[in-house]
């Protein structure tokens, strides 16, 4: 069955460091989305992806946040400057326009 | 506005028993969704009902919708220890399939 995959599975860096988180959406899904949740906490939309640009985001994707797809298959997420309130699980999903998400099993960041 | 709001927020039961979560929220939808999340894991699709639908199933799974109330139900029968897990309604507006989530309702399932 297809899946979402998301690498790295947990990502330890300094505050101030850049860093990307990678997935790779299922193959004929159209819309693409960066969620996160913090330890403990409801999941959070960050931002949704259709025809290569943001159709939406949320105030947590500030400036500090962009997204990118650049071969066609691989859906990135960069934060240019980690902070230490950036610490979750960031969640890659897509759908086919049914509705239904495909999460992948997240990326874990630790800001120290 | 918070959508998406879940109770109970944790749920212990005996296996074998029905279990029982609850969903509201406030603005109107398109669709409503149930998700669980297993400890650390990804989030992965239970079922979802559309704003003209009253009532789902899938397996062991029940969802009731009622718009009027602007409340879902989860019913998760027969239950076993492996459906121990944080399960997560979310609603859908139309706009992007953009999810709105509630904090989860925390469920044990006790052997």
């Known amino acids: 069955e297809p899946e979402v995959t998301q690498t790295p599975s947990h990502q330890v860096t300094q505050m101030g460091q850049e860093v990307i988180l990678r997935c790779v959406p299922i193959?004929?899904?159209?819309?693409f989305y960066w969620y996160r949740q913090i330890l403990g906490q409801k999941v959070e939309f960050l931002v949704s992806?259709?025809?290569?640009?943001?159709?939406?985001k949320s105030e947590i994707f500030d400036d500090q946040f962009s997204v990118e797809r650049p071969d066609g298959s691989n859906f990135t997420l960069k934060i240019r400057s980690t902070k230490l309130e950036d610490s979750a699980m960031y969640f890659c999903?897509?759908?086919?326009?049914?509705?239904?998400?495909?999460f992948g099993e997240g990326s874990r960041l630790t800001v120290l | 506005s918070q959508q998406g709001e879940e109770d109970p927020q944790a749920l212990s039961i005996q296996e074998g028993e029905n279990a029982t979560m609850n969903c509201s929220y406030k603005?109107?939808?398109?669709?409503l969704q149930w998700y669980r999340q297993n400890s650390g894991r990804g989030l992965v699709h239970l079922i979802l009902?559309?704003?003209n639908e009253r009532e789902k199933h899938s397996g062991r799974l029940r969802v009731t919708l009622d718009t009027s109330k602007k409340s879902s139900s989860l019913l998760i029968t027969a239950s076993r220890a492996a459906d121990t897990a944080s399960y997560f309604c979310?609603?859908?507006?139309?706009?992007?399939?953009?999810?709105?989530w509630g904090a989860g309702t925390k469920l044990i399932i006790k052997p």
């Open positions: 979310a609603t859908d507006k139309g706009s992007n399939y953009q999810l709105i």
């Open positions: 603005t109107s939808i398109n669709n």
């Open positions: 009902i559309r704003s």
């Open positions: 193959s004929n899904h159209l819309y």
């Open positions: 992806f259709y025809n290569n640009e943001i159709s939406e």
């Open positions: 999903a897509s759908t086919a326009q049914t509705g239904e998400l495909f």
